[in-house]
C-alpha cells in the first residue's frame, strides 16, 4: 500500500509532466503557425522580405524604421508615408514635442519618402 507522501510525489511528478507537455504543445501551436503563414505567402507569391536592409534612423526622441514596405515606424507607431506626411503634426504635438523635433523628424519623413522603401 503507497504512502501519502508517495502518493504527494507521484502527483507532483504528474502534474510537472503535464505542465511540460502543454508547453511543447503551445510551442508547437505558435510554430505550425507561423509556418502556416509562411507557405501561404509563399504559395500566394506576395513577399514582404526585404531584399536590403531597411532604412533606420536613430533619431533623437525615438527611432524611425521602414517597418514594411511604405511604412514607416516612429516609436510605436507604424503607419504609411502619406500617413506621417498628412498627421505628423497631430501627433508631434500630442507628444509634447519641441520645434527643433518636429523639424527633426519631418526631415527625417521626406527622407524615407525620397529614399525609403
Not at 519631418?106 to 524615407?112: H, V
Amino acid at each position: 500500500m503507497p504512502t501519502i507522501d508517495k502518493i504527494k510525489i507521484e502527483y507532483e511528478r504528474m502534474k510537472e509532466q503535464r505542465a511540460f507537455y502543454f508547453y511543447q504543445f503551445m510551442e508547437h501551436k505558435v510554430l505550425m503557425r507561423a509556418l502556416k503563414k509562411d507557405i501561404l505567402k509563399m504559395l500566394s507569391g506576395v513577399s514582404n522580405a526585404w531584399k536590403t536592409s531597411p532604412l533606420y534612423i536613430q533619431g533623437s526622441r525615438w527611432p524611425l524604421t521602414n517597418c514594411k514596405y511604405g511604412y514607416i515606424q516612429i516609436g510605436c507607431y507604424c503607419k504609411s508615408i502619406d500617413w506621417w506626411i498628412n498627421n505628423g503634426l497631430t501627433i508631434a504635438k500630442t507628444e509634447n514635442m519641441s520645434d527643433d523635433e518636429i523639424n527633426e523628424y519631418t526631415a527625417y519623413i521626406k527622407l524615407f519618402k525620397l529614399i525609403g522603401k
